[in-house]
């Protein structure tokens, strides 16, 4: 049965969406490396939004109604070819936060961490063979998260709220981190990097908002790769449903910052930490779950309205905003600088990606994509590209395309999905963005094929991939052939003669971090309070579960803060105790509290 006019339309503006490399550029191709007069430690902030990929109105679709994004578009610069380095949000999460590839450092399975919020009484769900329900990937010992490097050259530093990096960060990460963390509350002076997580437009608010939807869903384009049915257009309605109302709250976050008269002064930065959120989008590293939207608006609108062409992938983040804040980008990152002083001096030919465990079940896929190609190598081509995920069956269109393969009555492009995979594809992503036709054996493409497939193999020798040993046995090599992580040794404390004396802090695990606090007699106990400002899980837990939760204007008591040490001397007075934590990633950590010359281990024998 032909699809009705106004659908065939629809899958067109869906089309450009996700090719937004084929819209016009008032401004296209390469940005200087810094984009007019900017401060010496700008202020810079992350607004990440969750699992969508350009189906946004400054990226050509037009049912996605975005005004405050679409301004800051083009206020700024968009990036019409970005791209994480997975197609689920831990492994990419882990990527922007380390600079680094998850398939080179242990951390491409979805997930290995406790994840977004967790309800009390229920309990994670286990993990196959025997791997623990959450542990922390043990990252080589000079990794770091990297706004640990801001801190120590003197920004405040704040995250609200998700992590999710696949493991437990270091005290030394954030200045503070939580649903009231917030630029507004740094010490008079200083630049800050502020990040703020939006989760509105998450996989599981498809399935779990009741808001009144703002999209006809007999007006919403159906993709090719899914059938024409109510419960999928529900889904996609409500999809486009909650990206509207998540560009309503990016628009209060803006104000805020007009409001402070930081607008103006600040680089922002807009992305999603991987593509769609729907079934056969998120968990892909196929166009439509790996490409996302980029936006970075720099101080008084330098370079506004540009459509940037060059590849950029998440990796690249981490040292990008180093670059910018003007401190040194770690030779050991594996990402390049694509903005500041250090911007690498060759823009990147490809971006990579890879897909393992998805939950309970394992996969190994790996992706190179240039300008317009993108190429695809299936380590386990008997293993069909649909993965039984209990977690995604919340969603009512993968209940109902479900029932379909069971009824025998799914058109032949969904019907795909449940098949063989072949050891390698092919597809030109720009006349072919969904990805239907595989040209891996289309002899018209064998120089295109053999340019990806190397690629793909130096990439692979370049940086290693873990994804090649068994998750227990990785496990095993991480935690030094125990059966737990290692414990970071206790940090020591020791007096130093220097003129006016003090003490310095050691700790014998190498890559560990140290931060320390101090406690000083007579000052006030009570710690103080934050409002709650935040866009991520806990405020929308609050909204849909109530009690327990954050709900916007509460008052949250605030963490202690530790401060990064950095080999400094500390001055302490008699009676002040010095409280130190030491951690490498993926490690127990260690804790000790000093006080006139005495050091004990608070909770350890």
Same mark, same amino acid.
Request: with cysteine.
């Given at each position: 049965?032909?699809?009705?006019?106004?659908?065939?339309?629809?899958?067109?503006?869906?089309? @450009?969406?996700? +090719?937004?490399?084929?819209?016009?550029?008032?401004?296209?191709?390469?940005?200087?490396?810094?984009?007019?007069? *900017?401060?010496?430690?700008?202020?810079?902030?992350?607004?990440?939004?969750?699992?969508?990929? !350009?189906?946004?109105?400054?990226?050509?679709?037009?049912?996605?109604? =975005?005004?405050?994004?679409?301004?800051?578009?083009?206020?700024?610069?968009?990036?019409?070819?970005?791209?994480?380095?997975?197609?689920?949000?831990?492994?990419?999460?882990?990527?922007?936060?380390?600079?680094?590839?998850? =398939?080179?450092?242990?951390?491409?399975?979805?997930? =290995?961490?406790?994840?977004?919020?967790?309800?009390?009484?229920?309990?994670?769900?286990?993990?196959?063979?025997?791997?623990?329900? !959450?542990?922390?990937?043990?990252?080589?010992?000079?990794?770091?998260?990297?706004?640990?490097?801001?801190?120590?050259?003197?920004?405040?530093?704040?995250?609200?709220?998700?992590?999710?990096? *696949?493991?437990?960060?270091?005290?030394?990460?954030?200045?503070?981190?939580?649903?009231?963390?917030?630029?507004?509350?740094?010490?008079?002076?200083?630049?800050?990097?502020?990040?703020?997580?939006?989760?509105?437009?998450?996989?599981?608010?498809?399935?779990?908002?009741?808001?009144?939807?703002?999209?006809?869903?007999?007006?919403?384009?159906?993709?090719?790769?899914?059938?024409?049915?109510?419960?999928?257009?529900?889904?996609?309605?409500?999809?486009?449903?909650?990206?509207?109302?998540?560009?309503?709250?990016?628009?209060?976050?803006?104000?805020?910052?007009?409001?402070? +008269?930081?607008?103006?002064?600040?680089?922002?930065?807009?992305?999603?930490?991987?593509?769609?959120?729907?079934?056969?989008?998120?968990?892909?590293?196929?166009?439509?779950?790996?490409?996302?939207? @980029?936006?970075?608006?720099?101080?008084?609108?330098?370079?506004?309205?540009?459509?940037?062409?060059?590849?950029?992938?998440?990796?690249?983040?981490?040292?990008?905003?180093?670059?910018?804040?003007?401190?040194?980008?770690?030779?050991?990152?594996?990402?390049?600088?694509?903005?500041?002083?250090?911007?690498?001096?060759?823009?990147?030919?490809?971006?990579?990606?890879?897909?393992?465990?998805?939950?309970?079940?394992?996969?190994?896929?790996?992706?190179?994509?240039?300008?317009?190609?993108?190429?695809?190598?299936?380590?386990?081509?008997?293993?069909?590209?649909?993965?039984?995920?209990?977690?995604?069956?919340?969603?009512?269109?993968?209940?109902?395309?479900?029932?379909?393969?069971?009824?025998? =009555?799914?058109?032949?492009?969904?019907?795909?999905?449940?098949?063989?995979?072949? %050891?390698?594809?092919?597809?030109?992503?720009?006349?072919?963005?969904?990805?239907?036709?595989?040209?891996?054996?289309?002899?018209?493409?064998?120089?295109?094929?053999?340019?990806?497939?190397?690629?793909?193999?130096?990439?692979?020798?370049?940086?290693?991939?873990?994804?090649?040993?068994?998750?227990?046995?990785?496990?095993?090599?991480?935690?030094? +052939?125990?059966?737990?992580?290692?414990?970071?040794?206790?940090?020591?404390?020791?007096?130093?003669?220097?003129?006016?004396?003090?003490?310095?802090?050691?700790?014998?695990?190498?890559?560990?971090?140290?931060?320390?606090?101090?406690?000083?007699?007579?000052?006030?106990?009570?710690?103080?309070?934050? %409002?709650?400002?935040?866009?991520?899980?806990?405020?929308?837990?609050?909204?849909?579960?109530?009690? +327990?939760?954050?709900?916007?204007?509460?008052?949250?008591?605030?963490?202690?803060?530790?401060?990064?040490?950095?080999?400094?001397?500390?001055?302490?007075?008699?009676?002040?105790?010095? @409280?130190?934590?030491?951690?490498?990633?993926?490690?127990?950590?260690?804790?000790?509290?000093?006080?006139?010359?005495?050091?004990?281990?608070?909770?350890?024998?």
């Amino acid at each position: 049965m032909p699809l009705p006019k106004r659908t065939h339309q629809g899958v067109l503006r869906l089309v @450009l969406a996700l +090719g937004s490399m084929l819209l016009p550029a008032a401004h296209a191709g390469t940005l200087p490396a810094q984009p007019g007069p *900017q401060p010496a430690r700008p202020n810079i902030v992350w607004i990440t939004v969750e699992d969508i990929t !350009t189906f946004l109105g400054a990226y050509g679709d037009r049912e996605a109604m =975005t005004p405050n994004i679409d301004r800051l578009a083009r206020e700024g610069v968009l990036y019409t070819h970005a791209y994480q380095a997975a197609g689920v949000c831990a492994p990419a999460r882990a990527a922007l936060i380390t600079g680094m590839y998850p =398939t080179s450092v242990g951390a491409q399975h979805m997930r =290995t961490g406790p994840g977004e919020i967790q309800i009390p009484g229920r309990a994670m769900a286990p993990k196959p063979d025997g791997i623990p329900a !959450t542990y922390s990937v043990v990252l080589p010992e000079q990794v770091k998260a990297f706004p640990e490097y801001l801190r120590k050259a003197g920004y405040y530093t704040s995250n609200n709220q998700k992590q999710d990096y *696949q493991f437990e960060a270091p005290v030394t990460v954030w200045d503070e981190n939580g649903p009231a963390a917030s630029f507004r509350n740094r010490p008079a002076g200083k630049p800050f990097f502020s990040v703020f997580n939006f989760f509105l437009t998450h996989e599981s608010m498809v399935a779990l908002r009741k808001d009144p939807l703002r999209v006809d869903p007999a007006q919403v384009a159906v993709p090719p790769i899914f059938p024409d049915s109510p419960a999928v257009r529900g889904d996609i309605a409500r999809m486009y449903t909650n990206i509207r109302m998540m560009d309503d709250q990016v628009g209060e976050l803006i104000r805020m910052l007009k409001e402070d +008269g930081l607008y103006d002064n600040t680089i922002i930065f807009f992305f999603s930490d991987n593509g769609g959120n729907l079934p056969w989008m998120k968990r892909e590293i196929l166009e439509r779950g790996t490409h996302v939207p @980029l936006i970075v608006r720099f101080p008084g609108g330098a370079h506004a309205g540009t459509r940037a062409r060059e590849l950029v992938s998440g990796v690249d983040l981490a040292p990008t905003v180093l670059s910018l804040a003007g401190v040194p980008v770690p030779a050991y990152m594996q990402g390049q600088a694509f903005l500041g002083a250090q911007r690498a001096k060759v823009a990147r030919r490809y971006v990579f990606a890879a897909r393992d465990r998805m939950d309970t079940e394992y996969d190994r896929v790996r992706m190179v994509r240039d300008g317009r190609y993108r190429y695809l190598y299936n380590y386990m081509p008997e293993r069909p590209y649909y993965q039984d995920l209990k977690f995604r069956l919340m969603l009512p269109m993968m209940r109902d395309i479900l029932q379909r393969k069971a009824d025998g =009555t799914l058109p032949a492009a969904t019907a795909a999905w449940f098949g063989p995979k072949p %050891v390698e594809e092919l597809y030109d992503a720009e006349r072919d963005p969904w990805e239907l036709h595989n040209l891996a054996d289309d002899p018209r493409y064998r120089a295109k094929l053999e340019e990806l497939r190397q690629a793909f193999h130096d990439w692979t020798a370049r940086y290693g991939d873990m994804g090649g040993i068994p998750e227990r046995d990785m496990l095993k090599q991480m935690w030094l +052939g125990g059966d737990k992580p290692p414990a970071t040794a206790l940090p020591e404390v020791r007096e130093v003669a220097e003129a006016g004396g003090g003490v310095r802090i050691a700790c014998a695990t190498p890559g560990a971090s140290i931060g320390y606090w101090i406690e000083r007699p007579g000052a006030a106990q009570v710690p103080p309070r934050h %409002v709650v400002q935040s866009w991520d899980y806990e405020r929308l837990a609050g909204e849909m579960l109530g009690k +327990g939760f954050a709900k916007v204007g509460d008052m949250r008591p605030v963490p202690q803060a530790w401060t990064v040490y950095d080999n400094e001397v500390i001055a302490l007075k008699p009676g002040e105790i010095l @409280l130190v934590n030491a951690m490498r990633i993926g490690y127990a950590p260690a804790r000790i509290d000093y006080v006139d010359g005495k050091t004990s281990a608070p909770g350890q024998d």
